[in-house]
């Protein structure tokens, strides 16, 4: 997806929304296991086209993050980029193939850092897979000055995006392990240089998964030294925002997506339970549109055209949604936050929970409030603010300004 586009389908949905609320779940306490591993040139040739996000069958053992295989893609000036595809952990432990590209600067060194990048939604049919593109990783955010800051860029398309099965949209512990496991799949790759050093990015959908890795990465990753969890604009309290949704147009497309994400890693939820007939009956917009054209129909329908109950009124679905809330345990590093005062999807009131639930872990956090940026404008300037405070964690600066309540 380009910059462009990401710009133009948050534009769509702050244009349609008229009122909305976004915001803290769980990660495992066991003591932390880190697979064994060893960097190791990719074993099998990548396919070419679609048949590339097509895992072998039955897919080879691996761990979390060991490359299935990799192909070279165009790359930014001074730099190289692979597509890859990599094993990853699905919410029931299931060993899953995922996606995402991996880019380098191209001079040759080693322990360089990870930046992680979580995309913001595409949607939940397999052609919304970011890496899809020919310009994949030329048009990641940013890149251009990740390359110059020396980084490795690692850029998930998530579970079930572009591979087998249904996009897990918004369960967190499926986005968080994604978007960990292709930072271990990075460090696999001996032209990239990569070393432990771990910074997690993500915008919307996106800052929901960098919270989630963020959260899950002591147990599920100790071996990786996370340095900074980054979030812009995240959705965080996700029953919240199933009470915003009959006043909020553009969140019923997200909605739907997450319904049928929440069905696919939970078998027990039925999406019948919640959307009416006609949605269910045409399941083809989210099987095979992305971006705009599966958010701009659905918002045009109207609530009691797409939903007949709220999740949130739902116990079997509540639960879910209070699960797949950030906020639960301690992140790994110090959270920063870049948010819009007028953005009606993350709202102000949601990311405050989420702040006051992790600082009352002992978590440190900086918040950054733009007044007049929207869920869309918030974009715009990000980046140059989330590489300051990463260059920060790097280069080991405490963090002294505190946004938890005192």
């Known amino acids: 997806m380009t910059g462009s586009q990401t710009r133009a389908l948050a534009i769509v949905a702050a244009g ?20 064994t591993r060893a ?43 692979w597509r890859v595809l990599y094993h990853s952990r699905a919410v029931d432990g299931s060993d899953v193939a995922v996606s995402g590209v991996v880019v380098a600067p191209a001079a040759a060194t080693s322990d360089r850092p990870i930046l992680s990048y979580a995309h913001e939604t595409t ?59 292709i930072a271990r799949a990075a460090r696999q790759m001996r032209d990239t ?98 971006d705009e054209r599966v958010l701009v129909p659905l918002a045009n329908k109207g609530y009691a055209a797409v939903f007949t109950k709220s999740p949130d009124d739902v116990p079997a679905w509540r639960s879910r949604l209070v699960e797949n809330s950030p906020g639960a345990t301690k992140p790994a590093a110090p959270v920063y936050i870049y948010r819009g005062g007028q953005d009606q999807l993350a709202t102000v009131p949601a990311i405050d929970n989420y702040v006051k639930a992790v600082c009352k872990l002992g978590a440190k956090v900086e918040v950054v409030t ?20 990463i260059a920060d964690r790097l280069a080991g600066k405490p963090l002294i300004t505190s946004s938890c309540p005192t």
Not at 239 to 253: K, S
């Open 193 to 290: 240089g990569a070393g432990k050093k771990v910074a997690v990015y993500g915008y919307s959908q996106g800052g929901h998964a960098a919270l989630f890795a963020g959260q899950i990465a002591p147990s599920y990753a100790p071996e990786l030294d996370i340095v900074s969890v980054n979030a812009t604009a995240p959705v965080t309290d996700l029953a919240l925002l199933a009470q915003g949704l009959p006043d909020a147009p553009a969140g019923l497309g997200f909605g739907v997506l997450a319904t049928y994400g929440f069905a696919a890693a939970y078998p027990q939820l039925e999406p019948a339970d919640i959307l009416t007939p006609a949605v269910l009956a045409d399941r083809s917009i989210v099987e095979t549109a992305c």
């Open 370 to 389: 733009v007044p007049e940026r929207t869920h869309s404008s918030i974009f715009d300037d990000d980046g140059q603010y989330q590489l300051a405070f």
């Open 123 to 181: 949607g939940i049919a397999d052609a919304c897979a970011p890496s899809k593109p020919a310009n994949a990783a030329t048009e990641l955010p940013d890149v251009k000055k990740m390359i110059a800051a020396g980084y490795v860029t690692a850029a998930t398309d998530y579970q079930g995006l572009g591979t087998p099965d249904v996009h897990p949209y918004l369960v967190g512990v499926s986005e968080g392990r994604s978007v960990l496991d």
């Open 39 to 81: 960097a190791k040139p990719t074993t099998r040739p990548a396919p070419a086209g679609d048949a590339f996000y097509a895992p072998p069958s039955p897919l080879p053992k691996g761990v979390p993050g060991d490359l299935i295989w990799a192909q070279s893609i165009d790359a930014p000036p001074l730099a190289k980029a």
């Open 16 to 35: 349609l929304l008229t009122v909305a609320a976004c915001g803290g779940g769980g990660a495992s306490k066991k003591k932390p296991t880190s697979p």
